[in-house]
């Protein structure tokens, strides 16, 4: 994807958004987005930084392109969203991913 190339060569680092989905995968496939692996407990690789940097990548990449990213996030987010239930103490004002339990 040439326009992801682009973003992380202008905007985000060098394999930025391929690390942020991986992360994102990693913690949403075990179950929940505080529980992944052991060793790891930093915030970029935890919970939901990595979510937040792909929606970066979504919203600054040209409308063409959105689709392209998009097609592999959705699978991840459907997964969470069936793995975790609305958290009813959320504030409507986080991204949506905050506001699941």
């Known amino acids: 994807m040439a326009a992801v190339i682009t973003l992380e060569h202008t905007r985000m680092r060098p ?3 391929a690390e942020a989905l991986l992360a994102w995968t990693q ?3 075990p179950g929940t987005t505080d529980r992944i692996a052991p060793t790891c407990m930093c915030p970029e690789c935890c919970g939901d930084e990595p979510r937040q940097r792909l929606e970066q990548a979504l919203t600054i ?3 063409w392109a959105n689709p392209y990213l ?3 996030i959705l699978p991840i987010d459907r997964r ?3 793995r975790t ?5 959320a504030s409507p004002e986080w991204p949506w991913w905050q506001r699941r339990r």
């Open 85 to 89: 239930l609305p958290d009813p103490h």
């Open 27 to 29: 913690a949403v496939v």
């Open 70 to 72: 998009y097609a592999l």
């Open 80 to 82: 969470f969203i069936a």
């Open 15 to 17: 394999g930025e958004v």
């Open 61 to 63: 990449l040209p409308h």
